[in-house]
């Protein structure tokens, strides 16, 4: 039996719930959330600690292992057709996720990821999913470099035409740091975003103006993160 590492809400419940998409490319649509856990970086500044940082919180608590097929009928459940699979690194778990969005996809859904780049699609991820939200993670991360950048990995999402960079932005120095990276893989202008890091509303507010000002100078999207300034840094929001 095939099962999903899924991350756990404060009540022990699954975390696949139902709310707005609060960034990127898709901002403000109504979405259904898959939280997968555990990740392969370990960022200084993640507001999901919970899902891989077994350190400071208990992965017993934390995670759950379901079946694919309850996975399913979870997300079903909220009759909404638009999914975001997040983690965590969802694509840790890509062979179980296969099958689940290909399924998602037949039924109609548009079924995006949100992935740090480090791993590459396998052939039926990319028949299957919709967009992909890619985020090359930059030094304020905290992350050393050979972790972070996978060359052949953020070749083929570079090669996509259905996927996004979104970068997170701390300080004004760091769009060098993008902009490096969007020049080397070949990513358009208008695939790529950027976004204030923060996880409460006065720092989203301060940083959101200059990152917009970045935005409009390079010629990037800017995203801000509607659900810290809407519900603060909750779970299942």
Known sequence: MTTLRVSRQPS?????FHSLQGEGASIG???????LAQ???????????YTWDWKNFSFDDEVTALPVEDVEKRILSFDRR???ITGGEPMMQQ???????????????YCEVETNGTLAPSPEMVRG???????????NSGVD???????????????????????????????????DIVGRYAVAPDR?????????????????????GLCAEHGFRFSTRMHILLWGDKRGR
């Open 12 to 16: 022990g419940e699954p975390e696949i």
């Open 29 to 35: 649509v109504p979405t259904v959330f898959l939280r």
């Open 39 to 49: 990740c392969n970086l370990t960022c200084s500044w993640c507001d999901t600690k």
């Open 82 to 84: 638009h999914l975001v």
């Open 95 to 109: 062979r179980a996720l296969a099958p689940l969005v290909s399924s998602l996809c037949d039924r109609g859904f």
């Open 129 to 139: 999913v919709s967009q992909w939200n890619v985020s090359p993670k930059l030094s």
């Open 145 to 179: 470099i050979a972790r972070r950048e996978v060359p052949g990995a953020l070749r083929a999402y570079s090669s996509l035409e259905n996927a996004y960079f979104k970068f997170v932005i701390a300080e004004p120095q760091d769009v060098d740091e993008a902009l």
């Open 192 to 212: 790529v975003i950027l976004m204030p890091e923060g996880t409460e509303r006065r720092v989203i507010e301060e940083r959101g103006p200059w990152v917009a």
